[in-house]
């Protein structure tokens, strides 16, 4: 299994600049989850899916961001338009249907900087 | 969620046992412990959790003090591949029925930093 695919691994983008990141969870899981890790506030849990419909997206810091699973093999996270503050490393992670919570399988992630 | 204190950072030579400690004095009784890791440039990684009792998987054994208060990951034969920041958490356990998204919230603090050395 090629485990939870993300892209790209870096992004540097200018403020105001609209950034869409990319995720293929693994083949079979249920859950998708989107998070958001930077030394100031460590990891936040941004939005996740079940079944490719959004559940809780409390965790979304503003209008600015959204995301949207189309199909069980793919989901997108917007930013737009981005800010410096947006500045963080964005997780994807994925999990069976019958599977404990806390078995979440994490992405490499994707290292956004915002200039 | 109980805080967790852990030390920054510790070295352990490749091939000896890697004992990472988590002080958690204030931990309820419904609270378990659960550690994580993440390899430089990875995402986080489960790797075991406990209530009360000892436990051991295929990746670490996890030893929890009869208070609770604090508890050891304990790393049997550590490779270079082991180096990475260690997170020790303390929160209920996750339910699978509860679709509330505060149950998934995974909340880290700074976490210990393994050096594995050969």
């Known amino acids: 299994d090629a485990g939870v695919i993300q892209s790209p691994r870096h992004e540097v983008t200018e403020m105001g600049q609209e950034v869409t990141l990319r995720c293929k969870p693994i083949s079979g899981h249920d859950y998708l989850f989107w998070y958001r890790q930077t030394m100031m506030r460590g990891l936040e849990l941004l939005i996740y899916?079940?079944?490719?419909?959004?559940?809780?997206d409390s965790g979304m810091p503003e209008d600015r961001f959204s995301a949207k699973m189309p199909n069980a093999s793919f989901s997108t996270l917007k930013i737009q338009p981005s800010e410096p503050r947006d500045s963080a490393v964005y997780f994807c992670?994925?999990?069976?249907?019958?599977?404990?919570?806390?078995?979440?399988?994490f992405g490499p992630g994707t290292r956004l900087t915002v200039t | 969620d109980a805080k967790t204190t852990q030390p920054p950072s510790m070295d352990c030579a490749e091939g000896r046992a890697a004992n990472l400690p988590c002080n958690h004095s204030t931990i309820s009784g419904n609270e378990y412990v659960y550690w994580y890791r993440q390899i430089h440039s990875q995402g986080p990684q489960y790797i075991i959790h406990?209530?009360?009792n000892n436990e051991t998987n295929e990746m670490a054994s996890l030893i929890i003090t009869e208070d609770r208060k604090s508890s050891t990951l304990i790393l049997p034969h550590a490779t270079l591949r082991d180096t990475a920041v260690y997170y020790c958490?303390?929160?209920?356990?996750?339910?699978?029925?509860?679709?509330?998204?505060?149950?998934?919230?995974?909340?880290f603090g700074k976490g210990t930093l393994l050096t594995v050395n050969p």
């Open positions: 992670a994925s999990k069976l249907q019958g599977a404990l919570a806390h078995e979440q399988y």
């Open positions: 406990g209530l009360k």
């Open positions: 958490i303390v929160r209920v356990p996750w339910d699978r029925r509860n679709s509330g998204g505060s149950n998934y919230k995974l909340t």
């Open positions: 899916f079940n079944n490719n419909v959004p559940i809780d």
